[in-house]
């Protein structure tokens, strides 16, 4: 997962990274958190799900666990990567229940929404 994709700049200020091809996630299904321009696409987070956050998810009524085959979705499951709603990282951060984060494959807008501090104290990818 280290294709870059042109154009598009992670929270870090280098090339935006792919996030994750199985599961397939983003918003437009390609494997990424890229937002291609789109101003209301905002699935910008890439996380690693943990248990605690799946079940903090389903608790909020957002149900990441049952399939959706029309969307392409086939539930998550601890230790996949996801694109997540940057709102849902941020109540899961606020709540004390936010889940790791890959700094390299979070989209920058993200910080609109969230320090770049707090991403950090969440990161997998940080040395």
């Given at each position: 997962m280290s294709a870059a994709l042109a154009g598009e700049k992670n929270v870090l200020g280098s090339e935006l990274l792919a996030c994750s091809f199985s599961p397939l996630t983003g918003y437009f299904r390609d494997g990424s958190c890229a937002t291609y321009g789109g101003g209301e696409v905002a699935h910008l987070?890439?996380?690693?799900?943990?248990?605690?956050?799946?079940?903090?998810?389903?608790?909020?009524?957002n149900d990441l666990v049952t399939p959706v085959p029309e969307m392409r979705f086939k539930g998550l499951k601890p230790g996949d990567r996801w694109c997540l709603h940057v709102l849902r990282f941020v109540e899961a951060w606020k709540a004390g229940r936010a889940p790791q984060v890959v700094l390299q494959a979070t989209h920058e807008k993200a910080l609109e929404?969230?320090?770049?501090?707090?991403?950090?104290?969440?990161?997998?990818?940080?040395?």
């Amino acid at each position: 997962m280290s294709a870059a994709l042109a154009g598009e700049k992670n929270v870090l200020g280098s090339e935006l990274l792919a996030c994750s091809f199985s599961p397939l996630t983003g918003y437009f299904r390609d494997g990424s958190c890229a937002t291609y321009g789109g101003g209301e696409v905002a699935h910008l987070v890439c996380v690693r799900v943990t248990a605690e956050f799946i079940a903090f998810s389903v608790e909020r009524g957002n149900d990441l666990v049952t399939p959706v085959p029309e969307m392409r979705f086939k539930g998550l499951k601890p230790g996949d990567r996801w694109c997540l709603h940057v709102l849902r990282f941020v109540e899961a951060w606020k709540a004390g229940r936010a889940p790791q984060v890959v700094l390299q494959a979070t989209h920058e807008k993200a910080l609109e929404f969230v320090p770049l501090a707090v991403l950090k104290q969440h990161a997998l990818d940080l040395n």
